[in-house]
């Protein structure tokens, strides 16, 4: 168990719709990051947030957006969804801003209907 | 753009035999280069490796980095079925554009 949470662990929606993954990062780290996973594309980064601040952006729709709050935990808000958003996005959070070592949550399987 | 690219994408062996894993990386800025091991779910961490030519070990596993040929490569030796898993590679710039930037993974699967 690494310490990091995300729920849900599943969810189907339908095309247009939106959702809201959650994540809380293991205590006393900073920083939280957010990845899509999809076959074909393997592991992308998305977003990245360290104290509350966005620090960097990587391959993240402008239909998705991610906030976190101050207690740290993350959302990340998919909205007018398409079938080709389904894939499972990971949260990992590590100490400090400029730190790697990255600890993942389980996932949420999005299945787009 | 950054890219890191492993090989090869899935190995099949026995148990007991030993295998090598191999990432290249062409990243601006390159920090660290980072193994995982992916069995069902989350990635975990195995290894981060910032020096060139300093082997990282833990128990059976050990990887090893090369910073002039931009590579690394991670060993397994007396596999067991345990070790069936993708095994992804991840190399960090620290950059502007913080996170990791991962390869496909190898899917490694071991049969007793």
Redesign the interface.
């Known amino acids: 168990d690494?310490g990091?949470t995300q729920t849900p662990k599943h969810l189907i929606t339908a095309t247009g719709q939106r959702v809201t993954l959650r994540c809380s990062p293991r205590s006393g780290d900073l920083s939280v990051?957010w990845y899509q996973q999809s076959l074909d594309q393997?592991?992308?980064?998305l977003i990245?947030y360290y104290n509350g601040e966005e620090?960097?952006?990587?391959n993240i729709l402008e239909r998705f957006s991610a906030q976190q709050f101050p207690d740290l935990h993350s959302e990340l808000n998919l909205s007018s969804l398409e079938l080709g958003d389904s894939a499972?996005y990971?949260c990992a959070s590590s100490v400090g801003?400029?730190g790697?070592?990255?600890?993942?949550?389980?996932?949420t399987r999005l299945t787009v209907v | 753009e950054d890219k890191v690219v492993q090989s090869p994408l899935s190995l099949v062996v026995h148990e007991g035999d030993t295998v090598t894993l191999n990432c290249s990386y062409e990243v601006t800025n390159f920090r660290s280069l980072l193994w995982y091991k992916q069995e069902k779910k989350a990635p975990t961490f195995l290894f981060m490796l910032t020096s060139s030519g300093i082997e990282k070990k833990s128990g059976r596993l050990s990887s090893i980095l090369d910073k002039k040929e931009l590579f690394s490569i991670l060993n397994i030796t007396a596999t067991q079925t345990g070790d069936s898993a993708v095994y992804l590679c991840a190399a960090y710039s620290g950059g502007g554009a913080d996170g990791l930037t991962f390869g496909k993974g190898t899917h490694l699967i071991i049969q007793p």
């Not at chain 1, 620090?55 to 990587?58: D, F, I, P």
């Not at chain 1, 790697?100 to 996932?107: D, K, S």
């Open positions: 690494s990091v990051y393997g592991l992308q980064f990245q620090r960097a952006k990587g499972l990971f801003g400029q790697p070592e990255a600890f993942f949550g389980q996932g």
